[in-house]
């Protein structure tokens, strides 16, 4: 069975996490990359007599496995491989395969690169036949295994990856698309790292575009050069060196060279950018605009990319929230450049998002096309929107894509969005400070305490008002549940406890539902109609894609639904199942929900250092389904069998239950079975054949012998689980094979894809519900006790107080 795309991820980390042992990430992320990248040459040069990479005679990933075991693995690995690979394609040098600082001595540096190589010596990761259309399992992988190396190396060492979520949003910020495409289009990054943000910039720009990197270190300029490679740019060119000391790419007259496109990630606020840069005289003209200080390199970086960009280049770059509003040299450049007008957006990031540092950043978007008639900056703050993911912030699905769509539609959204005003900008109150906060207010609404109303009573009309959203699709709700009290103040027209009760029984409240349900169920049955015709080489990201963009048009005029939380919903439905459906179907077509197989425990190795027997997990739980599991199969063909198992479970709980307190009831030294050491069914029978010999008091022997009967029958009744189990099994095993393609399409769409996105929906609906709920009774709550009401009730306990002090003779 073809191994799963988010298996074969989690397997390869796993394996390699656990191979690395005292290692640094940052140092085994080298060795592992470079094995990805060796296989998938390897195996693309068999399938494709044009592939660009040239692999030498004897250079292949079949020959290091010929090496496993050998004494000289490490050295034979560099001299036999990857220094021919190197040579034959203009590539840097590979990180050193016979290092005995990194890998151990002797037979431990053995042993450590055989493993590595038989991680990759597997038949699922055979990329010469294991791909599907639009689909790129070795790009997915790399990115997949890239984001746990950066996580784990630590302070600085992480640097060499930009999340892909930050590359995703900085590919499309600035502008590119496949009709905009041509083939003279351009795309550089002066400090590319990995690569990710200029094959991010590819993606959206389809085949037509050359790509340009520059990086500092020469094993990650490495990284990046294979990373064009195994994305399918083999014709990028990647270049090992300072950028700001001596950039590469030039003119013919000694200037720096243009491109349409720059996006960049340069290092936070480098120390040492102007070691070797000739400040005074650079003979690339970027420091007219003026010089960053000598010991913060964040504006050396920007003005390189301003004089990289053509006339009408477009460009997109990561910085730390401080270049919006530091001062002095650096409050003097943003000035200049202000006043030239190449600044056409700022999007304010969350927190914690970047390896090696949690300072937030942002992300400057420079357009030097009509710059001289730009009278404004699209700034949008999206610090809120994020997922935390372990010690670190993340970009959700539905954050990336609300920044894309109002960046790009410069939609003006209250408390997110907005369109500056150059005067604004530069009056002498904001003097071409760009911080976020001075021009949109993200500060949330306080949610007051209204003494009025804890005085006299009444819901303040002020908290009604922020509850619009729900009154603009409940009209009439709103005054069904409230009626005037006095000015600016309602009360409430049901009880507390009625609600929840009035709001889900009334109409409007009903009706919007069934809207929202016929809603989601046209959108889901326009899906069912696409996914229908899904076949083998269909192309999976063209169909998230798709689908993703047709659920948030179906949403876009809600009153109550978020788009772009249905949206989230679904991008995570594909990345957790879907894609791995899609992509079994792309492979070998619908057939491929026939598939299945027992999942096999290893037998652990004896004293004897031989391996034990492998053995067959029982149960459901021991057979697995590539694209349908056994639990499904039970939900739609043998519910009845599946219900009469849970009825037996449930009386062995029942029996279990009823046992255990038998068991507790008889720790006393005087209980019934006080004599025993331990209270099982081989003691209970001793027992009752004893007490029974003694002529014991019937109680006693009754109570004995119902011990003794619960005991047998929670045997039975296991035997019976057991059975029942074996049963569905059997029958599961035996229906797999003989599914038609109609029945694995039903079982897939209807039982599987649709009947979980409907679960979104509804968890949707319970938000909304709950929401307006919990809101109304905490307002209700929290007037529902006056000053007056309070006094009269103090009045009435002092009374009765009195009245029994009195009675106790205590008051005269």
Known sequence: MAIKKTELYRSLWASCDELRGGMDASQYKDYVLTMLFVKYISDKAKSDQDFAIEIPEGAFFEDMVNLIGNT??????????????????????????????????????????????????????????????????????????????????GKSKGQFYTPAEVSRILAKVIGITFNNATTQTTAYDPTCGSGSLLLKVANEAGKAITLYGQEKETTTANLAHMNMILHGAETAEIVADNTLTRPAYKEADGSLKRFDYVVANPPFSLKSWSNGVNIESDEYDRFTLGVPPEKNGDYAFLLHILQSMKANGKAAVVLPHGVLFRGNAEGEIR?????????????????????????PACIIVLDKENAEHRKGIFMMDASKGFLKDGNKNRLREQDL??????????????????????????????????????????????DIQDLLAHLQGGIPVRDLEAMQTYWNAYPKLKHDLFSPLREGYVKLNVAVADIKSTIYNHPEFKAFNATLDQTYHDWLDGQMKIWE???????????????????????????????????????????????????????????????????????????????????????????????????????????????KLNDLENQYNLTQEALKEIEDENQDDDSIFAELDKINLKNAKVLYKDRKAV????????????????????????????????????????????????????????????????????????????????RINALAERYATTLASSQTELAAAETKVMAHLEKMGLVW
């Open 695 to 774: 002529k014991a008091p019937k109680e006693e022997l009754s109570y004995i012998k119902s011990y003794i009967d619960s005991q047998e029958a929670l045997a039975g009744i296991g035997k019976l689980i057991k059975i029942a189990k074996d049963n569905i099994e059997a029958k599961i095993v035996e229906k797999y094979p003989k599914l038609t393609e109609a029945d694995i399409k039903d079982l897939v769409l209807n039982h599987k894809w649709k009947a979980h996105l409907l679960t979104t929906l509804h968890q949707e609906q319970d938000k909304i519900s709950q929401g307006l709920t919990q």
């Open 533 to 643: 015709t899904l076949a083998e080489h269909s192309n999976g990201k063209d169909m998230i894609a798709q689908m993703s963009e047709s659920l948030l048009k179906a949403f876009e005029n809600n009153t109550l639904v978020n788009g772009y939380d249905l949206y989230q919903y679904a991008m995570t439905y594909w990345q957790e199942t879907m894609q791995d459906d899609v992509y079994s179907v792309s492979l070998d077509g619908w057939k491929a929900g026939n598939e299945w197989e027992r999942t096999i425990i290893k037998g652990k190795k004896g004293k004897d250092g031989k391996p034990g027997k492998d053995k067959e997990v029982a149960g459901l739980a021991g057979v697995e389904g590539r694209m349908i599991s056994p639990e499904l199969m039970v939900e739609v063909y043998f519910k009845e069998l599946n219900d």
């Open 401 to 446: 894509r609300k920044i894309t769509d109002v960046f790009t539609q410069m939609q003006e959204v209250p408390k997110y969005s907005r369109m500056v005003p150059m005067s604004e900008i530069a009056d002498a109150k904001n003097d071409y400070n760009l911080n976020i906060p001075r021009y949109i207010d993200m500060q949330e609404s306080e």
């Open 335 to 359: 000035k200049n450049i202000l006043k030239k007008g190449y600044i056409k957006g700022i999007i304010g990031l969350p927190a914690n998002l970047f390896y090696g540092t949690g300072i």
């Open 72 to 153: 000289e693995i490490g050295d034979k690995i560099n001299k036999q491989v990857l220094n021919p690979i190197k040579e034959a394609n203009g590539l840097n040098d590979f990180p050193d395969f016979n290092d005995e600082s990194k890998l151990g001595k002797g037979k431990d540096l053995v042993e450590t690169v055989s493993n590595l190589v038989r991680i990759f010596n597997d038949n699922s990761l055979d990329f010469s036949k294991n791909s599907a259309e639009g689909d790129d399992i070795l790009g997915d992988a790399y990115e997949y295994l890239m984001r746990p190396f950066a996580t784990e190396s």
